[in-house]
């Protein structure tokens, strides 16, 4: 049996046994749903509806509804789409980069991240889908054969490489987290009492039966995904960034962007586990399993990745300065001191300040605050976004063309839509799926248990002692 | 000669393992054994060979990487070349460099679902099938020993079981 070093302390607390564990995560799904679960999915359905109809208004008559115009054409659509494929980069960092790394911790919250990767990425579709003006002939983006004499796509567009990195990103996570729940799906199957339940997670299961040689197998399985998506998640926000340094648009055009994406993506998608998991280990009293080491855990990355985004925006500024350039210096000079200041504050504040804070253990070890503050850094993530793409197009190189840009209603109302959305599904997956995975929790009682850790910890004790 | 079934339930992975071995040391034939979770090093007690579900991701994979490569060959270079923004379409490995991206997310998606399709079929888990473990309580806490053996030998590997911390025997 693998033995954990007693200085590190417990990731389940408590006294846990394998059947307790069971009894833990499935109560959610067997019991009653509170008044606040109804509560927040109500209001979840009612912004999701409210998206669907901006949607299709936009459908039925053009993007013309949008805020965007023939200067600033890239706007809502893209920070959106940029904030929501991020945010569910974490997920795969969770699950496939913490896995290679072997770290434990990382099993109390990968389905509840990866489920929130699934749906980042649903959220993150809609944009592009939709910014094609056309959402009915979007299958032009893929090479197909077609009936324009065989013109095909362009693979040297970054814009195609974006089809085939997200669709791939999505898929492969989709599978990746459906494989992971099998077994628990098993479980529940195994213990359900209502006849449907018991069809319907039969169906789910795929008759898993926890044989030696699946779990042999299962584990194979898990390693090689987890060694295909680590590559697959750095590939999908670079690529994603390419979308902008490829182009020759001063404040674009830099060769920083892959990393610098890659790290932002991470910082947000860590805070949106977070804002998420503080409330989903409230409600369905899982503070045994998530528990304030795993919060601090993930405030470290914050910080490492939050500096790493600190550091992006103060090279960017210095090489602009350095290139001698002077449209390059001026793109900078006018996200900080231009009309749209505010959104680079923001940004600033947000993303390179606050972060800092969480050096202090108290603050990081801080519910209340890590809560606070993992919104703070999406606002700010958000506005990242957003200053990269409208202040850098409403001042390109022809002064005439030169025009602000403000979020029409249709704007605002699909990106509530899309928020709605994805609480929505996530709500659902709460009530409906096993949120810790719990068949690998189980196999980290015996090493990272309390009760096992203290009774280890004594034995030693007790030996040195004679 | 008539073969003997038998289902062994233990309570904890400790026994189960001590069990497993000096069985298995003995020669006997432990068919598989099913556990809430993957308990490490138990596949190689029981003789379980190694997977080579790993060297069929990499065969997808390069089936992937060379699927990618023929169709952006056949439609960028060969079928239709094209000058897009001063970037004419004269050989592929002059316009290689752009096609990295999509070589390697064609390798990871064919490599992944491969992977995955060939792991569901070989275990046979699909929507529908039967629950394969004996006993429901083998999700939850209970780890389930399957031996095969000769009637004769029943009553010597029985005791075996009982003494190794075997908290429940039943025959099939």
Redesign the interface.
Same mark, same amino acid.
């Given at each position: 049996m693998q033995h954990e070093s007693e200085i590190r302390e417990p990731l389940i607390l408590g006294k846990k046994s394998y059947h307790e564990i069971t009894e833990d995560i499935v109560r959610p799904i067997e019991g009653k749903a509170s008044k606040y679960w109804y509560m927040l999915l109500t209001i979840s359905i009612i912004c999701f509806l409210w998206g669907i109809g901006c949607l299709a208004y936009t459908i039925g008559t053009g993007i013309g509804v949008w805020g965007s115009n023939n200067g600033v054409d890239w706007a809502f659509d893209i920070t959106n789409f940029v904030w929501w494929i991020g945010i569910g980069h974490a997920g795969t960092l969770i699950s496939a980069v913490l896995l290679l790394f072997r770290q434990k911790w990382r099993m109390a919250i990968n389905r509840a991240a990866e489920a929130m990767t699934i749906f980042a990425v649903m959220c993150a579709a809609i944009f592009v889908l939709l910014h094609t003006g056309r959402p009915w002939l979007d299958y032009w983006l893929f090479p197909l054969p077609n009936q324009f004499g065989s013109l095909w796509v362009n693979f040297n567009s970054p814009l195609m490489w974006d089809v085939f990195a997200v669709s791939t990103y999505f898929s492969v996570s989709l599978v990746f987290w459906y494989t992971g729940l099998v077994p628990d799906f098993a479980m529940i199957r195994d213990r359900a009492a209502k006849p449907l339940a018991k069809k319907i997670y039969g169906i789910m299961s795929f008759g898993w039966g926890g044989s030696a040689r699946h779990w042999h197998r299962f584990e194979e399985v898990s390693l090689v995904l987890a060694g295909l998506s680590t590559p697959l998640v750095f590939s999908v926000h670079s690529i994603v960034s390419t979308d902008f340094a490829t182009s020759v648009v001063p404040g674009w055009h830099t060769t920083i962007f892959p990393p610098y994406f890659v790290a932002g993506a991470v910082f947000s998608g860590f805070a949106m586990v977070l804002t998420l998991l503080i409330i989903v280990r409230k409600i369905y009293n899982l503070e045994n399993y998530i528990t304030i080491k795993h919060i601090e855990y993930m405030n470290i990355v914050i910080i490492v990745t939050g500096s790493i985004v600190g550091v992006a925006y103060l090279t960017e500024l210095f090489i602009s300065w350095y290139s001698g350039v002077e449209y390059e210096q001026y793109a900078f000079l006018n996200r900080a001191t231009g009309p749209y200041w505010w959104a680079y504050a923001a940004m600033m504040t947000c993303n390179v300040i606050s972060p800092q804070l969480f050096w202090f253990k108290k603050l990081r070890t801080n519910l209340t605050f890590t809560f606070i503050m993992s919104i703070i850094v999406n606002i700010g993530m958000w506005f990242e976004r957003f200053v990269i793409i409208v202040p850098t197009l409403c001042r390109t190189f022809l002064p005439s063309t030169w025009n602000m840009y403000s979020p029409s209603f249709v704007d605002w109302g699909i990106y509530t839509g899309t928020i709605g959305m994805f609480f929505t599904f996530f709500l659902l997956f709460t009530r409906y799926f096993p949120v810790i995975a719990q068949a690998e929790l189980k196999s980290i009682v015996k090493s990272s248990g309390q009760e096992h850790k203290e009774k280890h910890a004594h034995g030693h004790a007790h030996a040195a002692h004679h | 000669m008539s073969k003997a079934v038998i289902h062994a339930i233990f309570d904890d $992975? $400790?026994p189960l393992m001590a069990s497993a071995k000096s069985l298995h040391a003995q020669g006997v034939h432990i068919k #598989?054994?099913? @556990?809430?979770?993957?308990?490490?090093g138990? #596949?190689a007690a +029981?003789g379980?060979p190694r @997977?080579r579900?790993?060297i069929t991701?990499f065969i997808y994979g390069l089936t992937g990487a060379s699927l990618a490569t023929l169709?952006?060959w056949y439609?960028?270079i060969s #079928?239709?070349p @094209?000058d +897009?923004?001063g *970037?004419p379409s004269f050989a592929y490995y002059m316009?290689m460099p752009?096609?990295i991206? +999509?070589t390697? $997310?064609?390798t990871?998606?064919c490599?992944?679902?491969g992977?995955?399709i060939t792991?569901?079929l =070989?275990?046979?888990?699909?929507?529908?099938? *039967?629950? *394969?473990?004996?006993d429901? =309580?083998? @999700? #939850?806490?209970k780890f389930l020993m399957v031996i095969e053996t000769k009637e004769e030998n029943k009553g010597n590997i029985e005791s075996m079981l009982k003494n190794g911390g075997a908290t429940e025997i039943h025959h099939k």
């Open positions: - | $992975e $400790e #598989d054994v099913f @556990t809430p979770f993957p308990v490490h138990l #596949d +029981i379980v @997977t579900i790993a991701a169709m952006m439609m960028m #079928d239709w @094209t +897009i923004g *970037k316009n752009a096609f991206p +999509i390697f $997310e064609s990871v998606l490599a992944a679902h992977m995955v792991y569901y =070989r275990c046979w888990m699909l929507p529908g099938v *039967k629950a *394969k473990n004996p429901p =309580r083998t @999700t #939850d806490d």
